[in-house]
């Protein structure tokens, strides 16, 4: 890792050097070279997205959204536990019998978790999951058909519009990655707040302030929780907020921020299909523990959440967009009503985006907002006649 760093391509093919590495860089790298050497080839390959150690021996790697095992280990047990405890004194944290479980972030963004046997029952057990250095745009999704032009068009307007967007899907189904490319159409005027219980988002704009969380030392003080953080955020004046990944009360925050005039946040969740969104919004805004009617909680989630926009990963390892919805509350029955804006259309051979036919309620909003000049591709959809699907596309 000699020698002068190399150019990087900049705007009109222009190329400037790379930033010159910090001491705790070149230290990391060093560490990296020594206590990681049987996984170089793995974190040097930028396709490679995650690394899975399951016991010495056992090494596996995903790559374009497969993951196969990999022909690589470590000499031994030992030799794995010592990588193990000098990654922990690296970041800072400690890792041993007592405290067999770390969480942490690498110097070069990557996220890991070290888990000691017997909790592991395979040895010591390591997830390395890595992120792109490069900045991710709009055209990273479109290269790899994860959305169309068209649903990405209506996506861009709408957080333009500032809409609150929850972006659903299941692990590794590309949430992170199309949070950072929704943030790029946010106004380079905005004050953005990111609050993340695990650093990894890389918001593309100057005025942003990026929160963490932190766990509590060995004698159980000085925690901030993401909880924390996101009521500390609303005296930052922020004009967008967006929360990594929402997991537990810190639900209740959001949902209330964004039902009292803040508006145009972004945030992330773990579920499998829009409904299951509302279902497990509302569940974690039951571990806030106020009390609330369960018909009081849908109706703020119902009022916060302008679209769940659901993310998915197919066997083939492909990572796209399946669906694009707004969420409404039949107050008779007490439920959720899920509306598909767009929807995966499976009946070709490649599944695809398609527009349902339902007008998306910002559509209305469109003259005020002074955006109708930013609609081209989805025209049809916002002058659409509401309730009219005599357009739409037949969807299986």
């Excluded at 068009?153 to 929850?166: C, D, H, P």
């Excluded at 609303?234 to 929360?243: A, C, N, Q, S, W």
């Excluded at 916002?382 to 357009?391: Q, R, T, V």
Aim: proline content about 5%; hydrophobic content about 40%; charged content about 25%.
């Amino acid at each position: 890792m000699s020698g002068p760093p190399p150019a990087e391509a900049g705007v009109n093919g222009a190329t400037a050097a790379k930033p010159a590495e910090t001491g705790a860089q070149r230290a990391y790298k060093a560490g990296i070279n020594y206590f990681l050497g049987p996984l170089l080839p793995l974190l040097n390959d930028e396709g490679v997205s995650e690394v899975m150690i399951n016991g010495h021996e056992h090494i596996y790697a995903e790559k374009g959204g497969k993951v196969q095992r990999v022909d690589a280990r470590f000499e031994s047990e030992e030799a794995l536990r010592s990588a193990a405890n000098n990654i922990a004194q690296f970041v800072g944290k400690t890792i041993t019998d007592k405290e067999p479980i770390l969480d942490g972030r690498l110097p070069d963004g990557s996220r890991i978790c070290i888990i000691l046997g017997p909790i592991s029952g395979a040895g010591t057990s390591v997830n390395i999951r890595r992120f792109s250095r490069s900045a991710v745009t709009p055209d990273f999704l479109l290269k790899r058909n994860a959305v169309t032009p068209e649903a990405l068009e209506f996506l861009t307007i709408a957080v333009e519009a500032a809409l609150n967007i929850v972006v659903s899907g299941g692990t590794g189904s590309g949430k992170t990655t199309l949070l950072n490319i929704l943030s790029t159409a946010i106004a380079d005027s905005d004050r953005i707040v990111v609050i993340e219980d695990t650093r990894e988002l890389q918001i593309q704009k100057e005025h942003v302030v990026q929160l963490e969380a932190r766990p509590a030392d060995p004698y159980g003080k000085g925690a901030i929780t993401v909880r924390d953080l996101f009521v500390s955020s609303l005296r930052m004046r922020p004009d967008r907020i967006v929360v990594g990944e929402v997991r537990r009360g810190e639900a209740l925050d959001m949902v209330q921020a964004m039902t009292s005039g803040h508006r145009g946040s972004l945030a992330t969740l773990h579920a499998d299909n829009p409904s299951q969104a509302c279902g497990r919004l509302e569940t974690m805004c039951l571990m806030a523990d106020l009390g609330l009617p369960i018909i009081s909680l849908r109706r703020q989630i119902a009022l916060a959440v302008d679209l769940f926009v659901q993310t998915s990963r197919l066997h083939s390892g492909r990572r796209l967009v399946t669906h694009i919805s707004e969420v409404d509350l039949d107050e008779k029955a007490g439920i959720y009503q899920i509306r598909d804006i767009f929807n995966l259309d499976t009946s070709g051979p490649e599944p695809t985006m398609k527009w349902t036919g339902e007008r998306p309620t910002v559509a209305r909003d469109m003259g005020w907002l002074g955006l109708t000049d930013r609609i081209k591709l989805t025209k049809h959809i916002f002058e659409a006649k509401p309730g009219s699907k005599d357009d739409a596309p037949k969807s299986h």
